[in-house]
């Protein structure tokens, strides 16, 4: 199975802060990567598809970049409703597989 | 709109079964590949299974391959998982989640349900 390794595990951040989260597979996936937000109490909900795709009715401070083991998520300016925590899976090679998460604090 | 509503969850003793149902509207049922992805208290998420909607084709993860069992009912919109055999690193949240496509290989899943807790404990 690929692997993903999210790194921070967490942070803390203020409201207007830039954010990076970055996500490294075990073996190449060419752009096969997706990120979730969670929220407490909530269903994952898809932000970026394919490496860099935001999936629709997504705030555009949201963004993605990467390919083959390296992908980065990047929220421009982090609001209110952003702290959540966030999981990147690879659809490359079944089984689907999930980072363990990286959860954003409020400072 | 999309909706995915599971139900069946609940306290079940080890050995015991469950079967978790996720009732489905909003889009064509039978044409998109269907998966159950679990979260244990506290932890991250885990696909469990999937079921394709263009050959009805079934897949597993590892750690339930054998006990747990993926069908689904078109003719009631609604997905099924029947839990066997169950341990206690069996508990979590179970989600009920749709792909964006057909077959199992469309590995993206782009609408969540609000997820059934299963407690497995003496």
């Known amino acids: 199975d690929i692997q993903m390794t999210q790194s921070p595990s967490s942070l803390s951040a203020s409201v207007g802060d830039r954010v990076t989260i970055t996500c490294r597979a075990s073996?190449?996936?060419?752009?096969?990567l997706n990120w979730y937000q969670q929220t407490p109490g909530k269903a994952p909900k898809v932000l970026i598809f394919g490496a860099s795709s935001l999936q629709s009715g997504v705030p555009s401070r949201f963004s993605g970049s990467g390919s083959g083991t390296d992908f980065t998520l990047t929220i421009s300016s982090l609001q209110p409703e952003d702290f959540a925590t966030y999981y990147c899976q690879q659809s490359y090679n079944p089984p689907p597989t999930f980072g363990h998460g990286t959860e954003v604090e409020i400072k | 709109e999309v909706q995915l509503l599971e139900s069946g969850g609940g306290l079940v003793q080890p050995g015991g079964s469950l079967r978790l149902s996720c009732a489905a509207s909003g889009f064509t049922f039978s044409s998109y590949a269907m998966s159950w992805v679990r979260q244990a208290p506290g932890k991250g998420l885990e696909w469990v299974s999937s079921?394709?909607?263009?050959?009805?084709?079934?897949y597993y993860a590892d750690s339930v391959k054998g006990r747990f069992t993926i069908s689904r009912d078109t003719s009631k919109n609604t997905l099924y998982l029947q839990m066997n055999s169950l341990r206690a690193d069996d508990t979590a949240i179970y989600y009920c989640?749709?792909?964006?496509?057909?077959?199992?290989?469309?590995?993206?899943?782009?609408?969540w349900g609000q997820g059934t807790l299963v407690t497995v404990s003496s």
């Open positions: 989640a749709k792909q964006i496509g057909g077959s199992y290989s469309s590995r993206l899943f782009d609408y």
């Open positions: 073996q190449t996936i060419g752009t096969f």
């Open positions: 079921i394709s909607g263009s050959d009805g084709g079934t």
